[in-house]
């Protein structure tokens, strides 16, 4: 876990009972100040707080805010100030879950999860016992991952095989190795790229050989790791817009990419229009292929005539 997200996540954990201690609300700016981040990242924690609650995640389940001019106060927080009372599958998973955050090669807050892990495991009792049988299995392969704690261990730069999918593309490359993360089961090495002279991130299951250097890893002053608070994707403003229209089954879509502007529309019914940034046409594509009718590109239009071109070839395969 990045100390940015385990950051993110304390503080968000924090401000909920420190809202409730001041019914009255609170300046977004001394708020702000007694957390130690500016005023608009407060107003992104706010505005995740409110889309948080307990199961089910109806209108009555939610944190409730409210905003008066630039004062903020917590109207409901749908019980996630009440102690935690854990059912025996969620203490098995929780448990599970602290003993494979242990195994994240440098994590900063060892102690603390070793601490997290021994309070859960002696709440939960004997149903902790049954963790111990359960096996983390991360896809990445593990001789990939031991190369590659060994290089940052060592502090040596890599040279990796990889396989980029959007372009169907074996590469070669030589890279300065910063971090491992674990992202949604996936392990990623985040590196500075000696070919792209840029950071990157590497996802190690595509990783097809990898070997240390005889030679340091250095990194140049210009490589900063990247704040994942908003996901691994994160488009740059200079990648060209595509703009989809999504039918009500593809809603999805703007829920689960980045997208700059979502407007609800009428034609379909309950469909959404949507722009999302890609320096991949393939990736647009693909994912206009995979939603089967539910997406159309409004947006460039030539990326409309290739997936058009693209599904009339797929057809006329199907018929012979």
């Keep these: 876990m990045s100390a940015p997200t385990t950051d993110r996540m304390t503080r968000l ?55 008066e001019g630039d004062r903020v106060r917590v109207t409901d927080t749908a019980g996630l100030v009440r102690p935690l009372r854990l059912a025996t599958d969620e203490a098995v998973a929780l448990v599970v879950a602290l003993r494979a955050l ?90 500075w790229c000696r070919e792209a002279v840029d950071t990157r991130l590497f996802r190690l299951d595509r990783v097809d050989d990898v070997a240390v250097l005889d ?32 039918d009500r089954s593809a809603r999805w879509v703007a829920d689960y990419f980045p997208v700059e502007e979502v407007v609800p529309v009428d034609d379909p019914p309950g469909g959404l229009a949507v722009s999302v940034r890609t320096a991949d046409p393939a990736w647009a594509r693909r994912l206009v292929a995979s939603l089967g009718g539910a997406a159309r590109v409004e947006d460039p239009p030539e990326l409309a005539g290739e997936i058009a071109a693209a599904a009339r070839a797929a057809l006329a395969r199907y018929s012979d």
């Design 102 to 191: 242990l195994e994240v090669p440098g994590l900063a807050e060892t102690d603390a999860v070793s601490r997290a892990l021994a309070k859960v495991s002696a709440a939960a009792g004997q149903p902790a016992d049954l963790a111990g049988a359960v096996t983390v299995s991360i896809d990445a392969r593990e001789q990939t991952l031991a190369v590659v704690r060994e290089a940052l261990q060592a502090g040596r730069a890599l040279h990796l095989h990889y396989y980029v999918p959007s372009r169907d593309q074996h590469t070669e490359r030589t890279v300065d190795p910063m971090r491992l993360l674990l992202v949604a089961g996936h392990w990623y090495l985040e590196a």
């Design 13 to 67: 954990l924090a401000l909920l009972p420190y809202l409730e201690a001041r019914p009255g609300g609170v300046l977004l700016a001394d708020a702000a100040r007694d957390f130690g981040v500016t005023e608009a990242q407060l107003r992104k924690d706010l505005e995740l707080l409110w889309v948080c609650g307990l199961p089910g995640h109806g209108p009555g389940d939610l944190v409730d805010l409210s905003f």
């Design 215 to 246: 030679e340091p890893s250095a990194p140049p002053e210009q490589a900063r790791p990247r704040d994942l608070d908003d996901g691994i994707y994160q488009p740059g403003a200079d990648q060209p817009l595509v703009r989809l229209r999504l």
